[in-house]
């Protein structure tokens, strides 16, 4: 069985495009916007393993990341694919990011990301994944913001 989520949106950012380009695309942070996240490697420069803790009240236990840095178009765009394995279960994430030319002011940032749930995942509600996520994003979103003007 498999479910099929999308998501998408739009963030401004008080810092320059190129500095927001380069922390978003940068495997090495992830582990600072991910505080479940235990025991990270980096493979190779593009890509980062390690073990995420789940926070959702349907999914226990440790799970399995890999994220791979996929396509980098400095300072405009990257894409990345993430997977996230458990007893039962996957979730491969497809995400997408641009940065278009700023007229004036901040920084723009549009996202998008593919979910797909197989196993024990696709059977959780619609509502919950959905409620679950935006929970996710909101916060990393957050840290991000935090974290990038250092």
């Not at 099929?4 to 380009?21: A, D, S, V, Y």
């Not at 190779?44 to 009240?57: H, W």
């Not at 549009?110 to 979910?115: E, G, I, K, M, S």
């Not at 929970?135 to 916060?139: G, M, R, T």
């Given at each position: 069985m498999t479910s099929?989520?999308?998501?998408?949106?739009?963030?401004?950012?008080?810092?320059?495009?190129?500095?927001?380009?380069e922390f978003l695309t940068d495997v090495h942070n992830v582990p600072h916007c991910l505080p479940n996240l235990k025991n990270p490697q980096f493979p190779?420069?593009?890509?980062?393993?390690?073990?995420?803790?789940?926070?959702?009240?349907f999914l226990?236990?440790?799970?399995?990341?890999a994220i791979q840095m996929m396509v980098r178009e400095k300072p405009t765009a990257a894409k990345m694919i993430a997977t996230v394995r458990g007893v039962g279960c996957r979730a491969i994430?497809?995400?997408?990011?641009?940065?278009?030319?700023p007229a004036t002011g901040p920084t723009l940032l549009?996202?998008?990301?593919?979910?797909q749930l197989e196993g024990?995942?696709?059977?959780?509600?619609k509502g919950l994944i959905?409620?679950?996520a935006r929970?996710?994003?909101?916060?990393t979103f957050q840290t991000i913001r935090i974290l990038s003007v250092r």
């Open positions: 099929t989520h999308q998501f998408n949106g739009e963030e401004t950012f008080n810092i320059p495009r190129e500095k927001l380009w190779s420069a593009d890509s980062l393993s390690g073990k995420l803790a789940s926070s959702f009240s226990h236990g440790a799970l399995d990341l994430i497809n995400g997408a990011i641009e940065l278009p030319e549009r996202w998008q990301a593919q979910v024990l995942l696709s059977a959780v509600s959905e409620g679950a929970k996710l994003i909101y916060d």
